[in-house]
């Protein structure tokens, strides 16, 4: 049962241009929502989370919207630099049952 | 997709118990599973890679005795968390991935464990 989907396993983009992560969720009862940063070999690191209140978060280069009707949330990257080359993962979270949901990942690769 | 299960979701127990978290790969094989901690909002804190019929490799810092990990089959991890005390309560986080090799990067990750220590 995934909850929440990350349909594009990989994803290129040229240094200084926008790199947009996308994930899909199918339960309406999130109550908020994270991006996880990994390199090879480490565990993910927490980038920027979002409250189910809000349609935007920012922080720096990086901003999540929601998009509760069509229950998805992206990751803006501007600009892209080459060490944001990583796997990128979603997460999705309610209170009332407990429980973390993450996606499947997208590998983002920043060419200089 | 692969999917990865933990039991119980939530456990509540008192300082000095032990509790026992079991990760299971529903559908797939996992020769090697990992096993993370959260604090809200925060990162996963890798805490150790369990291999399949051998011992675990912990990260620095991770007390072996304290979270015993044992990865008795190739769809089943438990880690033990000894003489838990308050300072334990936190969520943890498992993960597999369905091929032999290191923290790759296409890992399945479990549902997490809320551990609660009064």
């Known amino acids: 049962d995934q909850q929440v989907k990350q349909n594009s396993p990989s994803l290129s983009v040229q240094e200084g241009r926008i790199s947009i992560l996308n994930c899909d969720y199918t339960?309406?009862?999130?109550?908020?929502f994270l991006w996880y940063k990994k390199y090879p070999a480490e565990g993910p690191t927490f980038l920027i989370s979002i409250s189910s209140i809000k349609d935007k978060n920012e922080d720096g280069r990086f901003t999540v919207f929601l998009n509760k009707s069509a229950k998805h949330l992206s990751l803006h990257i501007v600009p892209s630099q080459p060490g944001d080359s990583a796997v990128y993962f979603c997460?999705?979270?309610?209170?009332?049952?407990?429980?973390?949901?993450f996606g499947s990942g997208t590998k983002l690769n920043v060419k200089p | 997709g692969a999917v990865v299960s933990q039991h119980p979701s939530w456990v509540i127990c008192k300082s000095g118990t032990s509790v026992k978290i079991e990760c299971r790969s529903l559908d797939f094989q996992a020769t090697t599973m990992f096993w993370y901690r959260q604090f809200p909002k925060q990162s996963l804190m890798l805490m150790a890679t369990s291999n399949e019929g051998s011992k675990a490799t912990y990260e620095q810092g991770v007390e072996k005795d304290k979270f015993l990990i044992n990865h008795a089959s190739l769809t089943l991890s438990t880690l033990t968390v000894t003489s838990a005390h308050p300072e334990d309560s936190s969520f943890y986080i498992c993960s597999a991935n369905n091929r032999q090799g290191g923290l790759t990067d296409t890992q399945y990750f479990g549902p997490g464990t809320r551990l609660t220590v009064l």
């Open positions: 997460a999705a979270y309610g209170y009332n049952f407990n429980k973390f949901y």
């Open positions: 339960n309406s009862m999130f109550d908020y």
